[in-house]
Nanobody, 126 residues
């Protein structure tokens, strides 16, 4: 089985930064074989795309709402993906989810992702 575990969420003030981590583990799994994505979901809202990175980390994609503030990166030697969030806003408050995508190319579609973590809460106060 493949396990995905997000961490690093918390309660911060507007303008602060947070770094989320996503650790992927399995008997034979390596994140180098997959594209990875971050999504978020606020109460009463649909789960929305945040950022994605392709299987070798050369290409990235960001939602317009976070472009220029968030950075996705990966360290395949550690089977870990990161989301650095700068200049956080109250609108960024949500549960953040990490997911694997086996086709290798960054995607904004939830249906392209196969394994999901349980999520980590990010709360930004004003």
């Amino acid at each position: 089985q493949v396990q995905v575990a997000e961490s690093g969420g918390g309660l911060v003030q507007a303008g602060d930064s947070l770094r989320l981590s996503c650790a992927v583990s399995a008997r034979t799994f390596s994140t180098s074989a997959c594209a990875m994505g971050w999504f978020r979901q606020a109460p009463g809202k649909e789960r929305e795309f945040v950022a994605a990175i392709n299987w070798r980390g050369r290409d990235t994609d960001y939602a317009d709402s976070v472009k220029g503030r968030f950075t996705i990166s990966r360290d395949d030697a550690k089977n870990t993906v990161y989301l650095l969030m700068n200049s956080l806003k109250p609108h960024d408050t949500a549960v953040y989810y990490c997911a694997t995508q086996p086709y290798g190319r960054a995607s904004r579609l939830r249906s392209d992702y196969t394994y999901w973590g349980q999520g980590t809460q990010v709360t930004v106060s004003s």
